[in-house]
Structure formats: structure tokens, C-alpha cells
């Protein structure tokens, strides 16, 4: 007698919030933070993980809704709250080529007070969805997002932590920093493309952060966060070690040697991720992510 194996159940949907753009700020040349607010409070619960995220939706071109602030434009429109479209509804029943998109992007913070959420975007020219329309933004905009998710929180009983990221995963790890107590003791190590780049930083007076940067990279060195990882002040017992690592894809995978064989850590102690991969699209890099050359461990 043979036997069909069950379905997975469905993942539970992640509620639609409706956002209105409350102000932009340059944090840096590459790097702009948008304070959103919530349209509808009730429909966001916060969650425990610092690093938590959001899906920014952005609807192709001629997507049925009204008073679409762009229309005709090359670029996926956001939609405008009050009289959204459902974007479930929209997945469901639109064909592929008009599929809404959806970029990740993290909380840098949710101000339960003002029911707002920052989110810190890294410029990258007119290429992609997010980064532009960010950089565009002004008062009064308004964009869906789903969410919010997250895993990773860190130990407050750590007695040592590292904090590494490059541009892409500086909000959530800046955004680990400030949860950490004010007992933390450790490092943070940052890259970003040049002095320019730096940004003002809050947290334990124990948690040492350095800035490296990538123009000072000579050819066939390492990168400057490879080296960086490496140069740390390691304590000699691995044990009370927590490390949390996002960034490029195979910039994470030259920490592993580091972080699992120098320094023996375990996979738990670990938070290693890409958020991105070079020369990789965002939906090709998301599509990898169930390959081999997707695997960061």
C-alpha cells in the first residue's frame, strides 16, 4: 500500500502593514534612514529579535490601484494606504509577469510611542527597487510592507561578543549593539566603503567598534572585514563566546574558517549570514539560497 506524503502546512501570512513616510535623512553617502509610520498600530506586534525585518512590497507597473503615485514608470510602484489593494489578494490572483516585489529590509528601530518603524537604506544608484525609491522618498509617501520577522537574539549572559557587518547588514547590527546590556564586552567591526561612510554609534562602553574600510583593500589582500574578524581580541576560552555576521554572501563564508576552526567555536554561539551576494541580483541571490553556492553553513 502506498502512502502520499502529507503537504507541508501553509506558512502563517505575515499581517500587511500600511506605511506613510514621516521623514528621510542622510546618514551617510551611501546610507539614508526613512522613518515610517504606522498607519494601523494594531497590526504590528514587535517581536524579540533586535534584528528584526520587513518585505517592502512594490507593485509592477499598471497594477490596479488607485492613485498611483508613479504610474507608467519602469519602476515597481509603492501602493497608497487607506485604499490598498490586499497584497495577498494580489499574489494569488496576478499573473507572474505582474507579481508584486518584495525587497527584505531591517527594523534599524521601532519607536512603540510614536508607532514608527526606521529603516536605514544603502544607496546603490537607480539599480533595484528599495535603494531608489528611498532615496526619493518624502513626507507623505506611502508603501505596504509585511511582517515583521526575525530569529537571532543575543545572550545577555555572553561574556563576550563580536558584532561584524558590511553596508547591507550595519542597521541590524547596529540594531544588536544598543539590545546587548551594558555589561557587554567585545568588539564590533564594521565595513563600509570609506571614512565617509562612518556613522555615529551608541552602545555598552565594553563593546570596542572599529570602522574598516574597503578602499583600503590592496589587490589579492583579504577583505578589510576578513582581516578585521581575525585581528579581534579573541578571549582565550571560546565558551562564553556569541558572534553575530551578516553581510555579502561569500564575504560570510571566508569568516567560517575563522570563526568555526581557529577559534572552535560551536553553531550555536554563531549568527552567520549573507544578505547579499556580488554580482548577484536580489532575485537571483534569493533563488541561490537553496543551492550549494547559497550555503553560508
Known amino acids: ?52 525585518y520587513v518585505k517592502l512590497v512594490f507593485l509592477r507597473p499598471g497594477t490596479e490601484h488607485p492613485d498611483a503615485e508613479h504610474p507608467g514608470t519602469a519602476q515597481p510602484t509603492p501602493a497608497e494606504p487607506g485604499r490598498n489593494p490586499d497584497y495577498w489578494e494580489l499574489k494569488e490572483t496576478l499573473p507572474g509577469d505582474r507579481q508584486p516585489v ?55 549572559d555572553a561574556a563576550w561578543t ?29 565595513e563600509v566603503d570609506s571614512p565617509r561612510d562612518v556613522q555615529p554609534v ?21 577583505p578589510a572585514l576578513v582581516r578585521a574578524v581575525r585581528e579581534a581580541g579573541w578571549p582565550a576560552d571560546p565558551g562564553g563566546v556569541q558572534v553575530f555576521a551578516h553581510g555579502e554572501r561569500e564575504l560570510m563564508k571566508a569568516l567560517r574558517e575563522e570563526l568555526f576552526t581557529r577559534r572552535r567555536l560551536e553553531r550555536d554561539q554563531v549568527s552567520l549570514s549573507g544578505y547579499w551576494a556580488r554580482g548577484r541580483t536580489e532575485d537571483a541571490f534569493q533563488a541561490e539560497k537553496k543551492l550549494p553556492v547559497g550555503q553560508i553553513i
Not at 11 to 35: A, F
Not at 113 to 139: C, I, K, N, Q, T
Not at 142 to 156: F, N, V
Request: aromatic letters at 6%.
Open 162 to 190: 563580536l558584532i561584524a557587518a558590511d553596508d547591507a547588514a550595519v542597521p541590524a547590527a547596529l540594531a544588536v549593539l544598543e539590545a546587548l546590556p551594558a555589561s557587554a564586552q567585545g568588539e564590533v567591526v564594521l
Open 202 to 222: 551608541s552602545g555598552p562602553a565594553g563593546m570596542a567598534v572599529r570602522w574598516v574600510f574597503r578602499a583600503d583593500d590592496g589587490p589579492g589582500a583579504d
Open 1 to 52: 500500500m502506498t502512502t502520499t506524503p502529507r503537504a507541508r502546512p501553509a506558512k502563517p501570512r505575515k499581517p500587511q502593514l500600511n506605511l506613510t513616510v514621516r521623514s528621510r535623512e542622510q546618514l551617510s553617502p551611501s546610507m539614508v534612514r526613512v522613518v515610517l509610520g504606522l498607519d494601523e498600530p494594531e497590526r504590528y506586534t514587535d517581536i524579540d529579535p533586535p534584528e528584526k
Open 102 to 156: 518584495t525587497r527584505h529590509l531591517t527594523i534599524r528601530r521601532y519607536v512603540p510611542e510614536r508607532h514608527e518603524l526606521w529603516m536605514d537604506f544603502v544607496l546603490h544608484g537607480d539599480d533595484g527597487f528599495a535603494g531608489p525609491w528611498a532615496a526619493r522618498a518624502e513626507p507623505g509617501d506611502r508603501i505596504i510592507a509585511l511582517g515583521p520577522g526575525g530569529r537571532w537574539t543575543p545572550s545577555p
